[in-house]
Nanobody, 127 residues
Framework: VQLQASGGGLVQAGGSLRLSCAAS????????LGWFRQAPGKEREFVSA????????HYADPVKGRFTISRDNAKNTMYLQINYLKPEDTAVYYC?????????????????????WGQGTQVTVSS
């Protein structure tokens, strides 16, 4: 499966962005898709994940309440709505797809559980 992330940009603190991740090449019904981010000099960290088949969702604690993950099955596209952006949200945001089958979505917090990665989209938040 190929993943194409888009929607990043330069935004003032307090603003909003919607990131998109377009998937192609495979039907996604058995996949879990996730968003990660990587700030300069830091490790890639989990943001959120969604099961494509039934839409179960999991968020990292730091983003709960401001980030919303969703999917559009017809468009094979996943979204990440980010509200009340903070300078510490500045990072490259990556989407990823996993074929692993775990009931607990906490398992999808781990980078190594994903098989496919998109190229990333830069989000920069100015103060």
């Amino acid at each position: 499966v190929q993943l194409q992330a888009s929607g990043g940009g330069l935004v003032q603190a307090g603003g909003s962005l919607r990131l998109s991740c377009a998937a192609s090449g495979r039907t996604l019904s058995r996949y879990v898709l996730g968003w990660f981010r990587q700030a300069p000099g830091k490790e890639r960290e989990f943001v959120s994940a969604i099961t494509w088949s039934d839409g179960r969702i999991h968020y990292a604690d730091p983003v709960k309440g401001r980030f919303t993950i969703s999917r559009d099955n017809a468009k094979n596209t996943m979204y990440l709505q980010i509200n009340y952006l903070k300078p510490e949200d500045t990072a490259v945001y990556y989407c990823a797809a996993s074929t692993s089958q775990y009931y607990s979505l906490r398992n999808y917090e781990r980078v190594e559980n994903y098989n496919y990665w998109g190229q990333g989209t830069q989000v920069t938040v100015s103060s």
